[in-house]
């Protein structure tokens, strides 16, 4: 058995989400907001979209909406295994074209990309952006520039170990 390694999250519910799911998990997607922490907290609890997790630039962890739950994040998309019913959605705080990806984000998401495989037996070519998922293409640009190199390494390394999420008390 692998070493155990624990992600730390806020938990904050979302309202606008279905309980349960219609499909199993088949894909990640990654987002970026185009906003900043408190006001994509602010929408992404509201009343219209939701994201499974969040992750700062700083690297805090934010956990919305339960991962047997489906949120409203994907949109429409090129595939049924891209439904927001098949799949998990992580959004990121970065203002696209504005600025660089901060290592403790990236690291971070590819923790919970680690965890989400592992708890659901996905592949690591199940992970996309919002770009490659939405339809028709064009549609999103989101996540651009993505440091997916380093994102991969980290992944690889991350992969090595279980890993368990666990709320941070307030």
Not at 70 to 76: D, E, L, S
Not at 156 to 168: F, N, P, S, T, V
């Amino acid at each position: 058995m692998a070493e155990m390694r624990t992600i730390y999250y806020l938990w904050r519910p979302a309202r606008a989400f279905r309980s349960g799911r219609t499909r199993p998990v088949q894909s990640i997607i990654l987002h970026s907001t185009d906003g900043r922490e408190a006001g994509d907290v602010a929408t992404l609890t509201g009343p219209r979209v939701s994201v499974h997790w969040y992750v700062t630039r700083a690297g805090r962890v934010y956990h919305f909406v339960r991962n047997s739950d489906t949120a409203y994040h994907a949109g429409k998309v090129t595939a049924e295994r891209y439904s927001n019913s098949a799949s998990l959605g992580i959004e990121q705080e970065h203002f696209d074209g504005r600025e660089d990806w901060t290592r403790a984000q990236v690291e971070e998401v590819s923790r919970i990309c680690a965890y989400l495989i592992k708890s659901f037996g996905l592949s690591r070519d199940a992970i996309v952006s919002h770009a490659q998922a939405a339809s028709p293409k064009g549609r999103k640009q989101d996540p651009l520039d993505y440091p997916w190199e380093m994102f991969h390494r980290f992944l690889d390394q991350k992969l090595r170990y279980d890993w368990r999420a666990e709320q941070i008390p307030e």
